[in-house]
T-cell receptor
Framework: GNSVTQMEGPVTLSEEAFLTINCTYTATGYPSLFWYVQYPGEGLQLLLKATKADDKGSNKGFEATYRKETTSFHLEKGSVQVSDSAVYFCALRHTGNQFYFGTGTSLTVIP | SAVISQKPSRDICQRGTSLTIQCQVDSQVTMMFWYRQQPGQSLTLIATANQGSEATYESGFVIDKFPISRPNLTFSTLTVSNMSPEDSSIYLC??????????????FGPGTRLTVL
C-alpha cells in the first residue's frame, strides 16, 4: 500500500542552523511528492512539490529532491529562521483524490 | 491558489449533539475534500464532497455519521453527528481546481478544532 514515514519530532534548532527533515515513502508506481507546512493556528500550506524522479522542489529557501532509488523526499534548508517554526508534513499522491500524509514534524527555531 | 475559510474555527460540544462545519472557497473549484487530524496524528481523508451528488466516503467513514453537502462549486458543509469524545479532532476542508491528477495541489482551510466533552 501507500504510506509516508517522517522523522519524528519535535525538532529544536538555533537560528541559522541547517535543517533536515527525513521523509521516506512506500508506493506503487510513480507518485507525486509534497511538503506542506502548518503554521500555528493556520491550515496547511503547500511548501513545495516534485512530480517525478530526480525533480527538485524548492520554495522559501527549502528544497527537497525526489529520490526514487531511496524512496525519499527529505526536506532541507541551509539556514533556518524563527519564522520557520511550524509543523511540516510530507505527503504523496497518485492519480485520484487520495493524499497520504506523514505524521508531521514539529520544528521550533530559537533565536 | 485558492483561499479557504472555515466556520467555526473551534467549538466545544456535548456528547450526543451534532455540529456542522462550513467551508467556503474564494473561487470555483472542481474538487472539495474533508479531512480529520486527530491529536498527534496525521491527516486522514474522510470524504470527497461532490457537487450535485452524494459524497464519496473513504473506508471507515459513513454518511450517517458524517453527512456532507456541496450545493455549489464554492461551498461545502460537514456535519459530525451524535458526537462522542473520540470525535475530538481538527477537521480540515481542502479544495483543488482540476480533476485529481497526481500532480495537482490541494489547498487547505485553517481547520476547525472540535472538542467533545
Amino acid at each position: 500500500g501507500n504510506s509516508v514515514t517522517q522523522m519524528e519530532g519535535p525538532v529544536t534548532l538555533s537560528e541559522e542552523a541547517f535543517l533536515t527533515i527525513n521523509c521516506t515513502y512506500t508506493a506503487t508506481g510513480y507518485p507525486s511528492l509534497f511538503w506542506y507546512v502548518q503554521y500555528p493556528g493556520e491550515g496547511l500550506q503547500l511548501l513545495l512539490k516534485a512530480t517525478k524522479a530526480d525533480d527538485k522542489g524548492s520554495n522559501k529557501g527549502f528544497e527537497a529532491t525526489y529520490r526514487k532509488e531511496t524512496t525519499s523526499f527529505h526536506l532541507e534548508k541551509g539556514s533556518v529562521q524563527v519564522s520557520d517554526s511550524a509543523v511540516y508534513f510530507c505527503a504523496l499522491r497518485h492519480t485520484g483524490n487520495q493524499f497520504y500524509f506523514g505524521t508531521g514534524t514539529s520544528l521550533t527555531v530559537i533565536p | 491558489s485558492a483561499v479557504i475559510s472555515q466556520k467555526p474555527s473551534r467549538d466545544i460540544c456535548q456528547r450526543g449533539t451534532s455540529l456542522t462545519i462550513q467551508c467556503q472557497v474564494d473561487s470555483q473549484v472542481t474538487m472539495m475534500f474533508w479531512y480529520r487530524q486527530q491529536p498527534g496524528q496525521s491527516l486522514t481523508l474522510i470524504a470527497t464532497a461532490n457537487q450535485g451528488s452524494e459524497a464519496t466516503y473513504e473506508s471507515g467513514f459513513v454518511i450517517d455519521k458524517f453527512p456532507i453537502s456541496r450545493p455549489n462549486l464554492t461551498f461545502s458543509t460537514l456535519t459530525v453527528s451524535n458526537m462522542s469524545p473520540e470525535d475530538s479532532s481538527i477537521y480540515l476542508c481542502s479544495a483543488e481546481r482540476t480533476s485529481g491528477s497526481s500532480t495537482d495541489t490541494q489547498y487547505f482551510g485553517p481547520g476547525t478544532r472540535l472538542t467533545v466533552l
